[in-house]
């Protein structure tokens, strides 16, 4: 058994952190070789002291920037006061909180779950059971329609919609009922329905795909397909919604409201998860006392959290400043001469840089730490530019300046 050697008088060493976390931890990720200990608005440090500009944001978890003080304070008092005492009683936070955001968004109901994946699996089951019982499919023949490239999840459900063979690799058989059909493409979805269609599911802008936007209008004529044909739209807003792509939803580009939503990542503020289900009224109806739940979903402390994340984002403009730092960013990105640059995708603070097939984004990312500017590949070729929605021109121009050494 590998006796720890005493961490107070060892030298702070990254290779030794690395050493323990690939020692006992499963090897389901491939970090960059940088070992993290502190985090500050748009700035992360590692354990040598090297400061970097954190151009992740925890997959845009951490929206409003690392261990935002507000949002830290909200969380201690609450954590010294309440945290987690189950669905089965009432606290004085949820309700608050799940009135807010049905406000803000302009949905009727909102369920609360923990993470992303949760939220999701919450909107197939509500899209199965009003199916069911709304749209009198015959029972167990619900179809729910996803994209190809899509991204909601790690759950077996959620890879069972998945067309990247390594999310599904190894774990089959997968549920029925599941269909894919091509991005991007409306009259794709129109042919993909029948009168078991229960749902359509879709990202506004395919972040995990490699920051791909569809076409102006491609929302809104599936909107239309939907309603004509009785299929409930759900948007996965989990990584566009909350301001990052300019609007307070991504969906909200084409003008659309769609049946249902699912929010997560920067609703916890970067500091604990939190999720929701969203949903018109007769959606959400469908869910009865004891269907459905979650030991941790609605905890007054995630509530707690939520609220002022929301109040956060509102009060401090974020959604406003993604819009416009981001149209900055993406300017500066583009005056960037190099040809390993192919393209430069995004909407709001949601950035894809495509790179040159024959040369290995984990490179320049690998440079790019070297230069104080923290990101990772998607895909391998999309180096993904989501910095929390704080962050200034400025530091921009810091990260545009380490761009310029390093493609
Ligand atoms: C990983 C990226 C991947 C999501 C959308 C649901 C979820 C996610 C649109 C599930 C989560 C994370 C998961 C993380 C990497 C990251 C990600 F797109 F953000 F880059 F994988 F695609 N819908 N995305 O993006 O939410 O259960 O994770 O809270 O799994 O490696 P979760």
Redesign the pocket.
Known sequence: MYVLPDLRNLKLMTNHFIEIEHLSGARNYEPLPVVLTRGEGVYVWDDAGNRYIDMMSA??AVSHGHCHPRLVKVLQEQAAKLTIVSRAFYTDKLGIFLNQVCKLTGFDKALPMN????A?ETALKAARKWAYTVKKVANDKAEIIACEGN????TIAIVGMSTIPQYREGFGPFPPGLKIIPYGNADELEKAITPNTAAFLV?PIK??GGIIIPPAGYLKACAEICKKHNVLMIC?E???GLGRTGKLLACQHDNIHPDAI?L??ALGGGLL?V?LFLAREEVMAVFTPGDHGSTFGGNPLAAAVGKAALDVLIEENLIERAASIGNYFQEQLRSIDSPLIKDVRGKGLLIGLEIDPDYPARDICIRLLKHGVLTKE?HKTVIRFAPPLIITKEQIDVAITALRACA
């Open positions: 997959y845009s993470t992303g994946a949760e999701v991204f909601h999840g790690r990202e972040g995990e996965d989990i990584q566009t699912v997560g990542k998860p999720s998607t």
